[in-house]
Structures are given as C-alpha cells and as structure tokens.
C-alpha cells in the first residue's frame, strides 16, 4: 500500500534522497576505521607513557645504587619472623612480629635508623610496624621488635590475630630508612609460632 502511495506522489525535486546501501556500508567502514585508528592512538600513547625517559632510568639507578650503598653500610637482618602474645581486655591476640638486627659496617657513626615492616595476610589482614634504633657506633649492631601495636592518644591499639589464624599465611615486608635513603631489606612469610618476649 504504501508502494502505492509513492507512485501515486508527484515527482518532489528537493525531497531528502535516502543513501543508496553502498553509500551506508561505505560510511559504516569509514566510521570503523576512525575509530580503530583512534584506539590505536590511545593505545600507542599508553604504552610511549610507560616506558621510562632517559631522566627517569638515571634516577632510577641513582635510587638502586644509593640502596645498595645503605644495605651494604647498615646490614639488616630478620632473626625472628612469628607471632607475639599480647592480652587485650580479657582476649589473647597474637600479633605479627619480626625481631631485627641490624649492624653499623661504616667506620662512623649512624643515626636514626628507622625500620618499618607491613604484614599482609588472607581475609584483608593488614597491618604495619615501626621501629627506631638512634644510634649506632662503627661495629655495633642492635636488636630491635616490631609489632603491629600502634599507640594512639589514649593508649595503643593492637592488631592481631587470634591463635587458630596463626597457623595461616602472613606476608611481610621490612624496609631501612636513613635519611631520605631507604631500601627493602627482607621479604618473607611469617613462621607459625610464639616468639617469646
């Protein structure tokens, strides 16, 4: 019926002219192309943005090499990675710990020296510690605890986990810092036992 209705139609000169299916698929492969040639670009400048500039690789060496330096002048080691017993209220919580040694290889004195470790384990368990050790004299070495017990303005908070998680796999991570300098020192995971205190 409607085929009817545009026969019987007088001949319009401006009436929109529709595009012939060659004409739409050649505007349907234009438009692909545009936007294929624009994901290209994008992806091409992702990946230029991810490779280092000769600026950032000479910082980059210039951090592993004053890392090194630190490691090779303050030798850190883990003597003890588990788990200590701290009574909260009524409750016993065994809260991640490392017990660290660390050492003074320079021929003067070293300040300051801070120790900072993460845990990490299953079901979002998360915690950090810190320790200090002021001052070290050539040849020294000092022993220092970190556990995850964050003081606070009333007191201390403790995190830990109770005895049948212990058992459970904790990551940690243990970083020397003295200075601006700072370099990883251990990584690990933390053995399944009580360290005595």
Known sequence: ????????????PYRPVRPSLKERFGKT???AACVLAFGAAVAFFAILSG??????????????????ALLRDVPVA????????????????YVPSLTVLASNATGRAVEDIDLRAWFE?????????YGRIFRLQPGETAEASLQCVEPTLFGSVVLGVPL????????YGLTVRVG???????RGFLEPKILVR
């Open 121 to 129: 384990g299953k079901e979002a368990f998360r915690c950090r510690a």
């Open 164 to 171: 049948w998680k212990v058992s459970q796999a904790v990551e």
């Open 1 to 12: 019926m409607a085929n009817k209705d545009e026969k019987s139609r007088p001949f319009d």
């Open 78 to 93: 883990v003597t003890a990675a588990g788990f200590a017993l701290r009574r909260v209220g009524s409750q016993d919580l």
């Open 51 to 68: 490779i280092p500039s000769s600026r950032d690789k000479e910082k980059y060496e210039d951090y592993r090499e004053r890392a090194a």
């Open 180 to 186: 601006r300098v700072s370099a990883p020192a251990a």
């Open 29 to 31: 492969l234009l438009f």
